[in-house]
């Protein structure tokens, strides 16, 4: 025995609470995404990152990181790729308030999604943030700061 349900009007079917225009826009504006991180992603060089410490990177009088330890090198690092990472999340919030949508939920759940990415990067932020001032202040405990004051 086989059964056959017809819908009268298939536009206001929802799935999960969202119709299928604004899934149709969100899939849209996900591939689209997906193309413009795969086209920036083309030009730069493989890097695949695992566990352990990073390699000590040599500096020179200007770059500042002399007499720094390597935690504290590290943070910076990842504290100016989280920065880089927290810039192109707002231009892509911009992106996401420009664009057009079938209709207003699509928008809103598409701009929600960008700043909840904006929410991540800046709570991953303030950890660093916090992790480098727990550092720097071991160091200046343990005298390994210089201290310039006469």
Known sequence: MSMTIGFSDPGKVTIGGRSVDTINALKKADQEAAEKAKDKDEGAPAQV????AAPEEKTDESGGAGGQSLTVKMLLKRMKEL?????????????????KYPT??????????????????????????????KELAKEA???SVINTTA
């Open 49 to 52: 990152r695992t566990g352990g």
């Open 141 to 143: 405990g343990s005298g």
């Open 104 to 133: 207003e939920e699509a928008k809103t759940t598409a701009v929600t999604a960008v700043q909840g990415q904006i929410a991540q990067t800046n709570a991953a932020l303030a950890v660093v943030a916090g992790s480098l001032a």
């Open 83 to 99: 920065q880089k990472q927290l810039q192109e999340q707002q231009q892509q919030l911009a992106a996401a308030q420009a664009a």
